[in-house]
């Protein structure tokens, strides 16, 4: 006979685990913060001691009303009409954001959009909490009330993004960042698959409490409107391809966005910045006459532009430097070419200012190799992790080819130089940026046995396997998270999945073991 304390334990233990109320935490923006690190700093619930007791939330995968090719992001203590919830947000490719409720999976709300082409943007959190921003197929950032949906219109909402949706899309993350008390929306641009059409990349700063906005374009920068097909710029592409979208050092107070396919000519006095890193005030400016603050263009740029092997296939990666290292403050950027190129954000060429070509402080091919060049390369946004044991700065990146993590030191003149500490064969399918929480690396790939598409759980030190999940379905762009004692990810069968720990085994014990 089952007693009414089993069946309860037994209820709950099949529905997995909310994690505690103090453990409640947010992951607002693509890789969680706008530096877009992919680390969590506020989990706690999953240790490396316990990772592998991770179970699926949703037996199989809740269903979606529409397929997501982006990562969610996460909003706990949503107050909304059918009580309080943590809340998924999740954009689709056809337009329409969702909530979905984290706990089952359910959608609370949704809106959608009008248009014909697809995004890949990830959504981002409003500081206050309170609204959730989408891109949408109209060209328009949107601005949503957290609890029901419903849209704010008004001070300048929706804004314009692009005027050219037929050959434009916001396919990055929307980055949300603070600077001298204002809050910035940083959304980029770039084209559709084939490079068809007169496309431009832009990146468009909003002031989130004015509503003004500022576009700086990464060709014919001198001129800073959106280009219509009336007055239009006769340089093409450059588009910002990143799934990050801009990148934010709060260090040295700028944008960092990278571009791929398009013309470079600054170095000899032109306005148009292919296959570059340009750092951008957090308010979309840059220095005056169409230059950039700063700017990194590697030596071989024609031949990644002729070649299609963007070097901002990436978006940039802010790492943190050793003490007593000669850089203050140091990039990644990670290219289709399958090159990490560490980057002095103070002197960006080391030749003082925009404009110039190479300086790089590093570069080296990704440990893993390029197995399949020039197909099979390197789209997945790295993970940077300090390991609080030594504070020691960790960058982990994925390829078709695997995963590598590699550790940043100083050489004799001490200046940083990244050192390959580990490599897994076939670890990612190229499709997952890797994240990090609680000292334990998740990525979603190839399952642990070698076949299927699983999220595995590395230690981050060796790259050993410590769990991985049941299969999901196949993967594109879409990358998972870690908040609040649960993994999530979605997949390109328009599905959500959730793994977290047993109830039992976390808040919950009703002292009975059978």
Not at 92 to 121: E, F, L
């Amino acid at each position: 006979m089952t007693t009414p304390a089993h069946s309860l334990r037994s209820a709950l233990l099949l529905g997995l685990a909310a994690p505690l109320a103090a453990q409640a935490a947010d992951w607002p923006q693509f890789g969680y913060d706008a530096a877009h690190s992919g680390f969590n700093p506020a989990e706690s619930a999953i240790t490396t001691a316990n990772v592998a007791q991770l179970q699926s939330a949703y037996p199989k995968g809740a269903a979606l009303p529409a397929s997501v090719d982006s990562a969610p992001v996460y909003l706990s203590g949503v107050a909304t009409a059918n009580g309080t919830r943590n809340l998924l947000f999740l954009l689709s490719k056809n337009g329409r954001v969702m909530a979905v409720d984290a706990n089952d999976g359910s959608v609370a709300w949704s809106n959608t959009t009008s248009g014909t082409q697809p995004t890949t943007a990830s959504p981002a959190i409003d500081p206050g909490r309170q609204f959730v921003y989408a891109y949408g197929l109209d060209g328009k950032a949107h601005k949503y009330r957290v609890g029901d949906g419903g849209e704010i219109t008004g001070g300048g909402w929706p804004q314009t993004i692009s005027l050219k949706t037929n050959v434009e899309k916001g396919a990055g993350g929307f980055t949300v960042a603070a600077s001298g008390g204002t809050h910035y929306l940083a959304v980029v641009t770039d084209g559709y698959i084939g490079d068809g059409g007169n496309y431009q990349g832009h990146l468009v700063s909003i002031d989130l409490a004015s509503g003004a906005q500022k576009v700086f374009n990464t060709v014919c920068s001198d001129q800073t409107v959106h280009f219509d097909d009336t007055t239009d710029c006769p340089a093409l592409r450059s588009g910002i391809w990143g799934r990050a979208g801009a990148t934010f050092d709060a260090a040295t107070n700028r944008f960092y966005i990278a571009t791929g396919n398009g013309q470079f000519n600054a170095n000899a006095g032109g306005r148009n910045w292919g296959d570059s890193v340009l750092a951008l005030a957090a308010d979309g400016s840059g220095a005056g006459n169409g230059l950039p603050h700063d700017s990194y263009t590697p030596s071989t740029y024609q031949h990644l532009e002729d070649g299609d092997i963007d070097l901002g296939s990436v978006s940039p990666a802010i790492v943190p430097v050793p003490a007593g290292s000669a850089i203050a403050h140091l990039g990644l950027q990670a290219g289709k070419d399958g090159v990490l190129r560490l980057i002095d954000l103070d002197d960006m060429s080391g030749q003082g200012g925009a404009g110039h070509v190479g300086g790089e402080v590093q570069a080296l091919d990704a440990p893993q190799g390029r197995n399949g060049y020039p197909n099979d390369l390197m789209r997945e946004q790295p993970a940077v992790w300090v390991d609080p044991a030594d504070h020691s700065t960790w960058v982990f990146v994925g390829n078709g080819s695997g995963m590598s993590g590699l550790q940043l030191g100083l050489d004799g003149a001490n200046r940083p130089m990244l050192t390959a500490r580990w490599t897994k064969a076939g670890a990612s399918n190229g499709s997952s940026s890797p994240v990090v929480a609680n000292g334990v690396l998740f990525n979603a790939g190839v399952c642990a046995s070698g076949s299927g598409v699983c999220v595995n759980a590395r230690n981050p030190h060796t790259g050993d396997v410590l769990w991985s999940s049941p299969a999901i379905g196949p993967l594109h762009w879409q990358s998972p998270i870690v908040v609040d004692g649960a993994v999530y990810v979605t997949d390109n069968n328009a599905k959500l999945w959730k793994f977290a720990l047993p109830l039992g085994d976390t808040i919950f014990d009703d002292g009975f073991d059978g």
